[in-house]
Nanobody, 124 residues
Framework: QVQLVESGGGSVRAGGSLRLSCAAS????????MGWFRQAPGKEREFVAA????????YYADSVKGRFTISRDNGKNTVYLQMNSLNPEATAVYYC?????????????????WGQGTQVIVSS
């Protein structure tokens, strides 16, 4: 019902910035809670950030709070993750996810649709 395609990943030096994008299709984008997760090699997938349907509420993992910003443009059916002050610990595959519910959740099990992921590599 929902297809998600991430873009914007790549390689960056420590201290640099990247902006990830996730384009959604298949249903009304404004009726989806959107989230970003990441998975480093050998690690479990972890929550990064999420944004509510339309009222601008956001939530961030402690590890990225103050450095990452999630936003959405419902007119473009796109959610963004602006990543600043990147460090090598941010190296991971970043996944966009969509939830058909109403509240922001932090667990992967709560999200209904997933993108294919985009690689982010931060070098020191």
């Amino acid at each position: 019902q929902v297809q998600l395609v991430e873009s914007g990943g790549g390689s960056v030096r420590a201290g640099g910035s990247l902006r990830l994008s996730c384009a959604a299709s298949g249903r009304t984008f404004s009726n989806l809670v959107m989230g970003w997760f990441r998975q480093a090699p050998g690690k479990e997938r972890e929550f990064v950030a999420a944004i509510s349907r339309s009222d601008g509420r956001v939530y961030y993992a402690d590890s990225v709070k103050g450095r990452f910003t999630i936003s959405r443009d419902n007119g473009k059916n796109t959610v963004y993750l602006q990543m600043n002050s990147l460090n090598p610990e941010a190296t991971a595959v970043y996944y966009c996810a969509a939830d058909q519910g109403y509240l922001i959740h932090l667990s992967t099990e709560r999200y209904d649709f997933w993108g294919q992921g985009t690689q982010v590599i931060v070098s020191s």
